[in-house]
Nanobody, 125 residues
Framework: QLQLVESGGGLVQPGGSLRLSCAAS????????LGWFRQAPGKEREGVSC????????KYADSVKGRFTISRDNTLNTVTLEMNSLKPEDTAVYYC??????????????????WGQGTQVTVSS
């Protein structure tokens, strides 16, 4: 059973940066597409970014393009989300997720089978 654990959330001022990491235990991640999702209070979950199983294809929500970067290390079984130029509207609980698929889909997450517990990101002065 694949288990995912996020880390790296916290409180940051607008314009600051955070690096979220997601570590997997169990099966190797090399056969899984991976995604980062977020959910703010009172809002639906949204896809932030995803990366294909080989890492050759990435997708980003329009709201984070140019500011966030997703990467993966199949040797270390990790996926990372670098977040720069953070805005108050980026405040949410961030989740990593895995789907047993080669290609990734940026959606609300219904295609993803495994989820982490989430990490809080708060952008505030």
């Amino acid at each position: 059973q694949l288990q995912l654990v996020e880390s790296g959330g916290g409180l940051v001022q607008p314009g600051g940066s955070l690096r979220l990491s997601c570590a997997a235990s169990g099966p190797t991640l090399r056969y899984f597409a991976l995604g980062w999702f977020r959910q703010a209070p009172g809002k639906e979950r949204e896809g932030v970014s995803c990366i294909s199983a080989t890492g050759g294809d990435t997708k980003y929500a329009d709201s984070v393009k140019g500011r966030f970067t997703i990467s993966r290390d199949n040797t270390l079984n990790t996926v990372t989300l670098e977040m720069n130029s953070l805005k108050p509207e980026d405040t949410a609980v961030y989740y990593c997720a895995a789907a047993l698929a080669w290609l990734c889909v940026l959606s609300r997450g219904h295609e993803y089978d495994y989820w982490g517990q989430g990490t809080q990101v708060t952008v505030s002065s």
